[in-house]
């Protein structure tokens, strides 16, 4: 135990009470909170279904292998860096909820039955959930009810966000949401997207696509049927330095196989 009393010769600053070196204090306690989060993320179990935030993936075999729950290239699984992005996420999320509820939207993130807003299709083998719907609230040229969708972007993505329109800027995010408004039946979605680094929020009305969401419907039947007859969709490539090959968590196992 340390001798705070008057006399006791301790300096307060001198060799001590030296601090330890603070990057390797850093690391090692970087390690223990990310070994954690890689261990829960570990335990959580698999879906085992096609998730309609996926749908909107430009390559289908690797939808096929998501659904399938192949084993990811060795390395590829999700680091702690990344699951601690996921975890802000989700409370960024619940920040912009209470803004929006204080600001008078009548902002509704479970159902009556306390559970997410959602759907299940093909058998249970298509589901969503939504983080929310707006029922009511100011008049900002939008039609309530309408879909809720937050998404919490890093600076480089969310100012390519507001330049070009959810559409072309996340097409993935604009396939989730037109599948989530066909099956909510809803015919308009706000997109609220947060910007991580200063916090500025930017919103999108994304009006209901019949014809885009028959299309991703289909798709998602023909990626289900494909997974269950252990059959794999042409590669998105001719090439495996493809750009989104080079990213994917499947690359090692797509190219190797012959087919």
Request: proline fraction near 3%; charge should be neutral.
């Amino acid at each position: 135990m340390i001798d705070l009393n008057h006399g006791s010769g301790l300096v307060y600053g001198g060799q001590s009470m030296a601090l330890c070196d603070a990057p390797a204090v850093t690391a090692r306690i970087n390690a223990h909170v990310d070994a954690a989060l890689v261990a829960r993320n570990q335990q959580q179990r698999p879906r085992d279904y096609l998730g309609g935030s996926r749908i909107g993936e430009a390559c289908a075999r690797k939808l096929v292998y998501e659904v399938a729950h192949a084993p990811k290239d060795a390395g590829r699984d999700f680091d702690g860096g990344i699951l601690r992005i996921f975890d802000a996420g989700h409370q960024f999320e619940t920040l912009s909820i209470r803004w929006l509820r204080q600001a008078g939207f009548d902002l509704r993130d479970r159902g009556a039955d306390g559970e997410q807003f959602g759907f299940a299709a093909a058998g249970g083998k298509l589901r969503g959930h939504a983080d929310g719907v707006i029922v009511a609230g100011p008049d900002v040229g939008i039609r309530w009810p309408s879909l809720w969708e937050h998404k919490a972007l890093g600076q480089k993505s969310w100012t390519d966000l507001v330049k070009h329109g959810l559409r072309q800027s996340k097409p993935i995010y604009f396939a989730q949401v037109q599948l989530y408004m066909a099956y909510l039946e809803l015919e308009v979605a706000l997109l609220t997207a947060l910007n991580r680094d200063t916090l500025a929020l930017h919103h999108e009305a994304v009006p209901f696509d019949a014809a885009e969401a028959q299309r991703l419907s289909d798709r998602a039947v023909d990626i289900l049927r494909a997974a269950e007859a252990g059959e794999l969709p042409p590669r998105i490539a001719a090439h495996a330095d493809f750009y989104l090959c080079r990213f994917c968590a499947y690359a090692a196992r797509c190219w190797e196989n012959a087919q």
